[in-house]
């Protein structure tokens, strides 16, 4: 058989046990344990068992993963997404979208502590909605502003997908880090810009101003530890002092103390974050072993190699190609979560965009098209039919119609599409912290 219907039929197979609700990681370990077997047989499939189950979970850069995500539970449970609403309710009341606005910003926020894009959704959600719906926003701009914000957390460092980009890559996560800095600032300005856009378009889907609220120092005080966090751990990270796994080390215990202080954690609480903790790790790791398997018995077929001189035979523009990447990144991401769609298309894509002549040093190559491929991947997010963010607020959100929610986004759409076009043609956004830091 040639190496075409193989792989057809690997992800043939991925693709019906997908259908049939399999969770992706078992359908990516069955489709790949059956292409590996009739390509190399039983003995084979069971010795590569043996050794890359250990090889990966035994990865010193993967223990980065669980603390991030142990350091955003805590900070959940710690009601630190209220003080942040709270907060940016104060600063941004004076504005017709004023609280939509304070969404966004609370998202950013948060995502800067959590990494999770569904997880920043989700807790957001469920502190602002009540507020929105309470002051007259429709279900439609209240939901798709929750949604988009919830992709800063993916967008603004820590960010689990950046992390395993980075082991996919063998990239330094702190230059990755810093290089998703400016452009999730500029995601996040964009979508403020789409909210003062919008509400002044359509103002029957937001009331005017609700008056101009008082900014007190209690709810300052609430956010300065959290915020004391962040800078003691990213300002390691980039100076050199922490390494990313030290620095989340530091991360957690240091958000573990300030709940502490705030008696804001118990015991049933913070045994919720164990617990929450031990399941999204799980989860992420059987991913890893899933892709794994997938990734090799796409490799016995030798299409990937195929693949990438056919592409870089076609005599396209270097821009052209990463572009035309992006673009299957997108179709993807609708119908695909992003840690499967970057488990199973990097180790077949970097390969192509780091033999491209872009004029960067390969470093930067990686780096740059590290960034593009998280921006797609917050784009995925979004869009239907799958649109995980918006799946998941929608469903929070009881008198909402799912088809509202996804109109609400479409403003948020048009400004990443944007995003994208200015990142493709100005690299520099993504690099210039890099270079500066390091």
């Known amino acids: 058989m040639t190496p075409l219907p193989f792989v057809a039929l690997i992800f043939g197979t991925m693709l019906v046990l997908m259908a ?29 068992l043996n050794n890359q189950a250990f090889a990966r979970f035994a990865s010193y850069d993967l223990s980065v993963i669980p603390l991030f995500l142990l350091m955003g539970h805590l900070a959940a449970q710690s009601g630190i997404s209220k003080a942040l609403f709270e907060l940016a309710s104060s600063l941004m009341a004076r504005f017709r979208g004023g609280l939509a606005m304070a969404a966004v910003l609370a998202s950013a926020a948060f995502g800067s502590i959590c990494g999770s894009s569904v997880a920043t959704a989700a807790t957001i959600t469920s502190v602002a909605l009540p507020e929105l719906r309470r002051h007259g926003y429709s279900g439609t701009l209240a939901t798709g502003t929750l949604a988009a914000g919830g992709t800063l957390g993916i967008l603004i460092p820590p960010s689990v997908p950046l992390i395993i980009y980075a082991i996919l890559a063998e990239q330094n996560i702190a230059k990755l880090f810093a290089a998703a800095v400016v452009p999730g600032i500029v995601a996040m300005l964009g979508y403020l810009g789409a909210l003062a856009v919008f509400v002044r378009l359509y103002p029957q889907h937001a009331p005017a101003q609700i008056g101009q609220t008082k900014l007190h120092w209690r709810e300052l005080g609430a956010v300065t530890p959290i915020l ?11 100076s050199g002092i922490f390494t990313p796994t030290e620095g989340a080390a530091v991360g957690v215990a240091g958000t573990l103390i300030v709940t502490l202080m705030q008696r804001a954690m118990n015991t ?3 045994m919720r974050c164990f617990y929450a903790t031990a ?22 077929t030798q299409l990937p190699n195929q693949l990438a001189g056919i592409v870089l035979g076609w005599g396209l523009p270097a821009m052209g190609v990463v572009v035309c990447i992006l673009l299957f990144y997108m179709v993807l991401g609708s119908i695909m979560d992003e840690l499967s769609m970057l488990l199973l298309t990097i180790p077949i894509f970097f390969p192509i965009v780091n033999g491209l002549e872009l004029g960067m040093s390969p470093e930067q190559v990686a780096i740059w098209f590290g960034i593009l491929v998280l921006m797609t991947v917050g784009f995925g ?9 918006v799946y998941v607020v929608n469903q929070m959100a009881k008198d909402v119609r799912l088809s509202d929610s996804y109109r609400g986004v479409v403003p948020f759409l048009i400004t990443d599409a944007i995003r994208m076009v200015l990142l493709l043609s100005f690299p520099g956004l993504s690099l210039w912290l890099v270079g500066f830091v390091h």
Do not use: C, E
Not at 23 to 48: C, E, K, N
Not at 279 to 300: E, H, K, R, V
């Open 268 to 270: 049933t609480k913070l």
């Open 228 to 238: 004391g966090i962040f800078l003691l751990i990213f300002g390691s990270i980039y």
């Open 381 to 389: 997010m979004l869009a239907p039919p799958v649109g995980l963010n």
């Open 279 to 300: 399941q999204g790790s799980a989860m992420l790791f059987l991913i890893f072993l899933g892709a794994d398997l997938m990734n090799a018995a796409l490799a016995l």
């Open 20 to 48: 049939l609700r399999i969770p992706i990681a078992i359908a990516m370990f069955g489709a790949g344990s059956l292409g590996y077997v009739l390509q190399a047989g039983w003995s084979p499939l069971a010795h590569f």
